[in-house]
Structures are given as structure tokens and as C-alpha cells.
């Protein structure tokens, strides 16, 4: 059978026209027999503060489990600090200084050809959901998931039992807010885990980060954190869970991330590794090593491109990331990359990169302190203990590093004997080679992906929205090919979903559009077009012409 596949024109040949037929003469809709399942389960602000990678206090079983029936990645991070700026980079597969989205809460659109990758898993047939934070720095379009937020059974909800699936979970109990939220409120994680689990500040005192001054809010802030951890394992045990009762586990793959590093200061936020290093669990049963350890570099970045390798999709050229595994995995780059800008209200502007051992970091305003103040992150009990010992000259060592007046232009740390980037060894002149290298490929990595974090961010946003408006998505409209039913947009890079009504007169789901439709005359439809950035135009009523 031969059937039109629509895809934007800019994927393959430039920006120049909306949309391309395609002429695919075999088309396979995806079934879970021979592709897998995907489940991700993801978790805000933690650091790899799990029993699996060694933190004498953590109780995480459920993830220990998981790693040792798959593979844990020790050298994970993600290319920022800060949650919507690596969200952004998650579900494009781009770096978010290639699209603009560096600058926390601001709304972006991306170039025409830039899609939200679970588009492409739809498009293949998987039934995708996400329950629920999205936080990409733009809206989330009816595109993207089969289902979002909270009202739906993730997929349990697939319209047909051997339909493959996508769906995300991911939990917020260990954010930032949350280790310093109420006795009250964690309370109720204490029961929930237990008080024989629940962590002892003075305790868990002798692995507080050696840049914070240890003081009694600083412990109780990293025992909560500790404590939200665990309940967050016990949530993500209901999950694995979930999937052994529905007998799926075996053809899913399994993928526990964290968006950053800790939500502890100087870690959130930051391109220290505090801020960016973070847990990384893949299983996928008779395919991934059971209990195997990888140390290659590993990015979030690499998200995208991994899970539509898996799923037998064919991996977009423009994006950045590389397949992690796999029959097409690809081999590991010779560095990591980092940013930092504008956080909340906080002009900031950093580059960096990493290799296994070494970090290396690029000041692009070495006139402002490291210490400027954030409003939502000076509520932290900790952060504020760090600044009233600083304003009374009570900081020794590596802890008054972050109040000094001005940053050097450049910062280059040996991470294997300095974890906690407290030794800059930019200057000394036994490193001036590797620092030469180190700027090199930074400068070379920005030239790459045309970092737009070098424009000022009000330039920047006009450009994508001239007079600072948002622009609608055009209608569909319908045409007819080879007596199937097509349905476009005029709007660069969109998307078009469709629902038809089924025999009870209701409409049903909202379906993306990814090739010609057989429906009998007459039928109604409502469609829809979006485009990532973009508002989504009005729903139209369509009739399928009789005479076709």
C-alpha cells in the first residue's frame, strides 16, 4: 500500500516552503512485539545521592534494584543547572542556546524544523503520555503527548494492548521547595517512609558539600534532602511496579533521570558539578548488561536521539545529542558542555566543559559575584546561614570562594581530586596547555550550535516575536490525494491533530496527523494545528467530500 507522509520541508532541505510529501511505498505501524516500551521516570534537583552510587545515607532500594537489573551511568549531567533550561534541551534534542531557551522563564520559538521528539514516536505509532510537568520554556502543544497531566492512567490508557508506548512520570517531591518546606509537610514524608528511614541531621553532617558552612539548618536541610529522596524511590518502586503487574517489564525500557544536580545552593543552578551531575538508570532486559557501570561522558542531551533509535525512528540530523544504546549507539565525545544566563532575575552569563576528569568554565561577566542574590533561592535556611556568616567574616577556606567580589575569566578544576570545584587552577602555568585546549573546543562547540546566549536577550526575543506578539498556528484545511483525505497547515514547522466522532456521537481522542486518511464521505472531523512556540489555531469542522 502506498501512503503520503507529511513532514516540514526544513528537516531536509532548509526553511524555504511548509511541508513535504514523502513517498513511502512500505509503512509499519509500530507494535510492542518488535519495538519496546519506554517509560521514563524522572525527578527534580537531586544529585547521584542514591545507595547505587554510593552515598552511605541514602535508602533507596527500589533504585538500587533497578540499577543492579541494568546499567547505572556514573558520568551523567545535564548542560545546565536550572529545571525549564534543561526540560527545554530534553524534549527538542537540541542544546538550549541553539534555540534561545537558556534564559530561565522566558517563551521561546524555536527555528520551523525543531520538534518536540515524542512527535516522531506518535508518528511511528506509540502512544505517548506524560504525567504532567512539561516546563520546556513554551507551551505544550497537542502534538507532543496522547495524554498529559494528571487525569489519565499513563498506558493503561493505549487504544489497542499491543500498542507501544512513551510515558513519562516524573516526580516532584525532591524539588528545592520541598527540603525546605514544613514540618508539617514532612511529616507526612516521615510516615510515608517510616521514622526508623527518616535521616538524622548530625548524622548525615560528615557529606555536607565542603563549600557550606555546617551549620544546624545546613544539616537538617541535607537530612530533608535525604528524606524526600527516599519517598521519591518509594514512588518510583509504584511504578516499576505498576509495570510488572501489567506483565510489560520485560519489553520496556526503563530510563530514571534527575532534570539537574541538588536543589542545595550552589548546586542548582550552577555548572559546577554540584549543579549538573547527576543519576543516570537504564534497564532493558536482554539488551543492557544487567548490574553494568558506564563511564562514558553522557548528557541529557542525548535523550532524544536515544529513545527514537531504540524505537526503529529514524534519528533527525539536526539533532545534538548522540544514541546512548543500542544497535546504532554511537561513541563518546571528547567533552560535555555547560551554560548558565539569566536565572530568575539574575543576569549571569558562564560557559563550560568537561571531560571525565577536568572542568573547565568561561566567565563571560567576571565582573559580578558569584553570590548574587536570587530571591526564590535565598529562602533556603542554608543559603541564608552561608550569607549571614559571610557578612560576619565567619567563612574559612573554599566557603567564602562564592562571595568574592569578581570571578576570574576562566576556572579550570581537576574533578578527580577537587569534586567540589574549590581550587581554580586556571592560572598556574604547568596547566596552560590543557587550558588552551579547554577554551578551544568551548569556543568551537558555541561556533557549532550559533550560541544565541552572545545576543542580548531582549534582541533575542524580538527576533522571535516581532512586536512581542505570540503568532498563531493557520487552520488545516483538507485536500484530497489519490482519494485519501490530507490535512495541512500553511505555518512553517506545524503540526496538524485530528479527531472523528465514533459510533455513540462523542468525539474521540485528538490523533496526530502523520499520513493520508481512508475515511468514507460525508464523515466529520475537527482538526487543529500547533506549532512548539506558537498558538494553537482555532478547531475547524471538516467534511469529507462525497465525490473523491
Known sequence: ???????????????????????????????????????????EDISPNLGCYGDPHAITPNLDRLASQGVRFDNAFTPAGVCAVVRSSVITGMYAPAIGSQHMRSHIIPPPEVRAFPEYLRAAGYFCTNRSKTDYQFDPVPSIWDRQGNDHNDWRDRREPDQPFFSVINFTISHESQIRHSQQKHDAVIESIGQANARDPDQVADTLPAYLPDTPAARKNWAWY????????????????????????????????SDHGMGMPRGKRWIYDSGTHIPMIMRWPDHLKSGSVRRDLTSTVDLAATMLAVAGVSVPKYLQGRVLIGEKKQPEPSYLYFHRDRM???YELQRGCRDRRWKYIRNYMPERTYAQRIDYMDEMPAMKDWRRLAAEGGLVGGQANWFAETKPAEELYDTENDPWELKNLAARPQYRDRLARMRQALESWQDEIGDTGMIPEPVLMGEMKPGGEIPQTKPPTQTTVGGNVFLESMTEGSAVVYRTRGEDGKWGDWMLFSETLELPGGLQLEAKACRI??????????TVDEDR
Open 226 to 257: 535525604h528524606d524526600n529522596i527516599t519517598r521519591m524511590d518509594q514512588m518510583a518502586g509504584e511504578v516499576l511496579e505498576r509495570l510488572e503487574q501489567d506483565g510489560l517489564a520485560d519489553n520496556t525500557l526503563v530510563v530514571f533521570w
Open 1 to 43: 500500500m502506498m501512503l503520503l507522509i507529511r513532514w516540514p520541508l526544513t528537516l531536509f532541505a532548509g526553511p524555504s516552503l511548509a511541508a513535504l510529501w514523502l513517498v513511502c511505498l512500505c509503512h509499519t505501524v509500530a507494535v510492542a512485539g518488535d519495538r519496546p516500551n519506554i517509560v521514563w521516570i524522572s525527578c
Open 344 to 346: 530568575d532575575e539574575v
Open 533 to 542: 512556540g506558537y498558538r494553537t489555531s482555532p478547531v475547524v469542522t471538516l
